[in-house]
């Protein structure tokens, strides 16, 4: 499977954006997909997963109530909704997929896209 994430941009302090990753996948109903994340000089971390069925979710502590993730099996593709944005959730945003379950560890996702950035100005 190959991943590639679009929607990336800057937008103001409080405003929504949606992330997409389309996959190049024929049985892309059989991975669970994720959002991560990475800002200059931190490391990469958990933002939000859901199962391949789309009836399980995670969410990072610092992104609930705010983001949501979906899928849309037919159209091979997962989107991270993000709203309320602030200036601390500017980063690069990948996507991965894995296939033995859902799972908040990046090293549970066996394949990532090439991310899409995020910027959000106060």
């Known amino acids: 499977v190959q991943l590639v994430e679009s929607g990336g941009g800057v937008v103001q302090a409080g405003g929504s954006l949606r992330v997409s990753c389309a996959a190049t996948?024929?049985?892309?109903?059989?991975?669970?997909m994720a959002w991560f994340r990475q800002a200059p000089g931190k490391e990469r971390e958990f933002v939000a997963a859901?199962?391949?069925?789309?009836?399980?979710?995670y969410y990072s502590d610092t992104v609930k109530g705010r983001f949501t993730i979906s899928r849309d099996n037919r159209k091979n593709t997962v989107y991270l909704q993000m709203n309320n944005l602030k200036p601390e959730d500017t980063a690069l945003y990948y996507c991965?997929?894995?296939?033995?379950?859902?799972?908040?560890?990046?090293?549970?996702?066996?394949?990532w896209g090439q991310g899409t950035q995020v910027t959000v100005s106060s």
């Open positions: 996948a024929r049985l892309f109903s059989w991975y669970d």
């Open positions: 859901l199962s391949r069925r789309g009836n399980i979710s």
């Open positions: 991965a997929a894995g296939s033995i379950g859902i799972s908040t560890d990046s090293n549970e996702y066996a394949t």
